[in-house]
């Protein structure tokens, strides 16, 4: 036989107690006794409860206390049931006056009691007060850094996915809508009177545990938890404390009182690694409190030794025998990096980090070894590997590698714009920061931006530049494709146009022409651009936040193409016409987010106003001709920049011709034409500059025609999930339909074949030989230079080594110009046979060596044998090297340097990090989930039996 005692304990919850008595009223199973419990309540809730249970079953409590001191001063006074009945089981349900149980919740939960003796604390399924379909808890666990698990994804609905398990084993249930045995609380003492709010069901649950009883958490029974405290709906007058950092204190200290003595040791370690990074990312996402909140927690639990001493006291009993049983139900350690991983992304999602980001689910698997239950996080990998983005990363890098094959391995990366890779993180750090280069013939110039970039890049991979590069480069097409699916997320919800529209535009011609070119800025652009058009549709709509981002990322990608800027610059004054007198807020982002590269990149850009030729030039060498000045139209209106690696224009026709039957789709109008009129620009600007030319080089017209792209794979990919209601119409349009699919996913199906079948194709290779000559490197001295001679079509270029191979972005230095062309004249008549002083000019400007690669001209060597001053040392098919007869002096070593140059380093750096905080994603507040609290609701979706009536919302 079983006693069954409610307990329901109010505090200014009036809003949703009238819910929940209506709620125990109706349970189907009818309760014994009915206790109600006001701890002082403003809001009418005890006259609420003296109408429901009658003035004698109410009892009146201050406001300062917290429930599981209500529960205890009820318990008091409450005769047990077993003195009249000596064979009756007495049970207490415990329920808060923001939750509302199902009809047969009650009924469920003693069922489930009577399956299993054992079960001595019983909780139901908790799902949301407002949103009823959304699961709250189905039971809880706890990692060993106090972070609470439930196991569910984020908003995850309950389809009964999680019916029909039976009695579920679990760490902890909620207090609200727990079931407990009598004589086990009178055994545990019941709630820890120094848990007055938050983490007190935690405890109880872990002691009884510890004790050798089972906590379970019965499905079949449903209670709906509006988590009024957590979600401070109301406030609180328990504690003076903010209410996360009482949280959060209470879960350290249960976790620390209960952990035996080595585990305590790790935990408190583990602890404080954790909340100083927790901290930093509040104040990253710009939530002062919240980060003071965190390490106030830590501090008032470490800091305060004799309360927690007290606490293992009272639990060293069941502490040391018991912890093997609870151990199997914490958060497996290896969830620690799915927790980091899940805080980062709801980090970088705007969300702003989360008290318990961690959506492990704790479901117990049997060893077939041992019969231990041990904890599985199977579920992360198997939504990895089904995950339509993941599933198109791997594909494409698939097709990278083996279009690649040439290129994945060898010696140094280099060809066409791409200089051999040499050097590590630290070289670029230094020719970055340094301000005067003993480079060439010396360079005052301060080194161009992107080469911080790289710099920062190549730390990341353990100071490896030629890593670095590798991956920008080489894995443009998989880093496209993800950022174009990612990007796309609020942007397109059909999620077959997404991946058609990430693959399509990953595997452009301007994609595979970046990397056969070596074309590393623009690759950078390409991987870029998806997400510039996510941030501009939130800039539009006035998000500062957005606009932050997007002048930060708009800065990395005009340091390696300026030419970018210009572009981004005159759609975002169409914008300003078109949105800033319709939208508030509009103007303010739109300059901010154009503003921000401005300042960042200030120095810079200002030498690229003094020499405007500069802006049609990307990052890397220029001295190459790799494009064809008189492309044809066919070839821009297929989105084909031309130049190496470029597949044929007919790749592209099935993407063309897709957005051209976008028009014909009624709605999204405005999507399709806004699309197509960036189209239209991209096309234009191309056309212009790929008839410009810069130092005697057509410019390639890449960037303009991914402009081009992006608005054309818009067009075609926003109005996609209609085709579906286009084909229902009838067999006709069915036919149609099911064409422009076939077309559709034909160009990038097309694009991956061609270029797999063709393969990485040249200038860009591996296995470059180092332009600096091993005799050169050993035989010169510090500092003295090796001119490097390379005669192509009548010309000779030449450059300036110092010790070894040119780094990336020393091309982009500077020389005086008086210097460069008394060289240049020096290098003209030595390499003309015209006699003279000219190689005493080069001496005097260090040069103790003359290179030529091979295959060495016949008329070169023979006019460098008749120079006097000079001395051959080798001549082969590899290349020749002379030594100047007289021993060339070293450069002066470089002065102190700029005073302004390390201030606008400094300068520079604290500015980055104010975008960087102000870019950043913050959190919603509590005050503004408040808002949603009295948001009317549908009718709650629990089970539905014949005849039920529900509770009314």
Sequence with gaps: ???????????????????????????????????????????????????????????????????????????????????????????????????????????????????????????????????????????????????????????????????????????????????????????????????????????????????????????????????????????????NEHPRRLDRRNALLVIMANLPLWALMRSIFRNIFGSVFRTVLFLVAKQPANALDEMAALASVIGRPGRLMRARRRRRQWRKQGYPSVARLLTPSGAAFRRLADMVQSFIAGAGPVDSAGRHHAAAETDEEDGEELLSDSGLMQRMFTSPGVLLCLVLLAVTLAAERSLLYGGLLGGGSLVPITGGASDLWRLYTESHHVTGLGSDTWAPPYVALLALVSTIFLGKTWLAVSVLLL????????????????????????????????????????????????????????????????????????????????????????????LVAILGALAAVSFAGVRKGVGVALAIGLGTPIVLLFPWLGRLVQDPGRILLESGLHDIALTDPRLGAENLLMLSPGGPGTPPIWVTAGLVAVALAALLVRRHQMVVAIGWGVMLFGVLVAIVVGRLTVHGVPVWPGVPLAFAATGLLVAAARPARWIGEFAATGRLRRVAAGLIVVVAFATPLAAAAVWVRSGAEEPLQRGVRDPMPLLAAVGSAKGQGTLVLRPRDGVVTYSVLRGGAPLIGESDLESPEDASQRFGTAVAGLASGRGGTYAQTLAQYGVQFVSVPGPVEASLHRTLDSEPALVRMSLSAAGGLWRLAQPAPAPPPPSGGDSMHRIWLWAQATILLVILILASPGARTAEAEEQYADVPQEEPRGRRRAGEDRVPV
């Excluded at 109410?58 to 406001?63: E, F, W």
């Excluded at 301007?510 to 390409?526: D, E, K, W």
């Excluded at 957005?546 to 990395?556: D, Q």
């Design 475 to 566: 894995g443009c097409v998989p880093l496209a494709g993800f950022s174009a699916y990612a990007a796309t997320k609020k942007m397109i919800s059909y999620t077959p146009a997404r991946v058609w529209l990430a693959a399509t535009y990953a595997l452009l011609p301007v994609a595979t022409g970046v990397i056969a070119s070596g074309r590393l800025g623009t690759a950078i652009v390409f991987v870029l651009l998806p997400v510039y058009a996510a941030l501009a549709t939130r800039i539009v709509a006035g998000s500062r936040r957005a606009a932050w981002g997007f002048g930060l990322l708009l800065a990395v990608g005009t340091a390696f193409v300026p030419l970018l800027y210009v």
């Design 1 to 239: 036989m079983q006693s069954v005692t409610a307990i329901v304990v109010a505090h200014d919850g009036a809003r949703w107690l009238k819910e929940t008595l209506a709620a125990v009223r109706r349970q189907t199973r009818p309760l014994d006794r009915v206790v109600g419990v006001d701890n002082g309540s403003r809001d009418g809730g005890g006259q609420m409860l003296t109408e429901a249970f009658g003035a004698g079953n109410v009892l009146t409590m201050p406001r300062s206390t917290g429930f599981g001191e209500a529960v205890h001063e009820v318990l008091d006074r409450l005769p047990r049931a077993q003195g009249h009945e000596p064979h009756v089981d007495e049970w207490v349900w415990l329920l808060h006056d923001d939750c509302a149980p199902d009809p047969q919740a009650l009924q469920a939960l003693l069922w489930a009691a009577d399956q299993d003796p054992g079960a001595a604390i019983l909780g139901p399924k908790l799902l949301d007060w407002l949103d009823r379909r959304s699961l709250l808890e189905i039971g809880v666990t706890v990692s060993r850094s106090g972070m609470r698990d439930t196991g569910l994804e984020p908003r995850e609905y309950d389809q009964g996915q999680h019916d029909g398990e039976g009695l579920r084993d679990v760490l902890s249930v909620s207090t609200a809508g727990m079931l407990i045995r009598r004589d086990v609380w009178d055994q545990l003492s019941g709630l820890d009177p120094e848990l007055p709010l938050f983490r007190d069901d935690l405890d109880l649950c872990w002691r009884a545990r510890a004790a050798g009883h089972r906590v379970v958490n019965v499905t079949e029974a449903v209670a709906w938890h509006a988590e009024a405290a957590t979600r401070r709906r109301r406030r609180l007058s328990v504690s």
